[in-house]
């Protein structure tokens, strides 16, 4: 059974840092792209960004609202993704999700069950 | 980046009965090999997405047959042939042709 399990969340002021982190199980997880997606309080779903897996070099791409500001990173011998926060705003307040994109395929079919970071003073 | 609409934004169904909801994206979803990446999400109340259809048509792993996709190109559309009480939550559609993934703004189903 594939599961992704968010940690890292909580109260963080305005400018300040958090790191989020996701372990998976039940697949292979070096195979696979992995996405963070987050979801403000009662709002939509909102990309956040990818990392490829080491045969496309774990290459990144991240939404404009948070480039330069996140990181996201992996640990395929931890099978374990990671959001590394930097300069967070208040805007930044949301559920974190990890999220899997499929081994043949685009897009995303598994999610985990998200950690809420909330950017407040 | 690619914008996708929704409609309607609010449902309200009697058990039993079908719903139906629409998708447009501001461009094709269509690539240039051959697939279609439009996907169906629906996130219960409390919990996370979960995926029920992918490349327009193809349902996911375990997702009953009431659920059914289809369209092409900008236009789509998810039907539920007879809405059950489990099925109450946000269905989101979402376009994977290019990143940023973006997502239409969600349908809110609940039972009447």
């Known amino acids: 059974e594939v599961q992704l399990v968010e940690s890292g969340g909580g109260l963080v002021q305005p400018g300040g840092s958090l790191r989020l982190s996701c372990a998976a199980s039940?697949?292979?997880?070096?195979?696979?792209?992995m996405d963070w997606v987050r979801q403000a309080p009662g709002k939509g779903l909102e990309w956040v960004g990818r990392t490829r897996n080491k045969a496309n070099s774990y290459t990144t791409e991240y939404a404009a609202s948070v480039k330069g500001r996140f990181t996201i990173s992996r640990d395929d011998s931890k099978k374990s993704l990671y959001l590394q926060m930097n300069s967070l705003k208040t805007e930044d307040t949301a559920v974190y999700y990890c999220?899997?994109?499929?081994?043949?395929?685009?897009?995303?079919?598994?999610w985990g069950q998200g950690t809420l970071v909330t950017v407040s003073s | 980046d690619i914008v996708m609409t929704q409609t309607p934004l609010s449902l309200s169904v009697t058990p039993g009965q079908p719903a139906s909801i629409s998708c447009k994206s501001s461009q094709s979803l269509l690539h240039s090999d051959g697939k279609t990446y439009l996907f169906w999400y629906l996130q219960k109340p409390g919990q996370s997405p979960q995926l029920l259809i992918y490349e327009v048509s193809s349902r996911f792993s375990g997702v009953p047959d009431r659920f059914s996709g289809s369209g092409s190109g900008t236009d789509f559309t998810l039907k539920i042939s007879r809405v059950e009480a489990e099925d109450v939550g946000f269905y989101y559609c979402?376009?994977?042709?290019?990143?940023?993934?973006?997502f239409g703004p969600g349908t809110k189903v609940d039972i009447k």
């Open positions: 979402m376009q994977a042709i290019n990143l940023p993934f973006t």
């Open positions: 039940g697949f292979t997880f070096s195979d696979h792209y």
């Open positions: 999220a899997r994109r499929p081994s043949t395929g685009w897009g995303i079919d598994y």
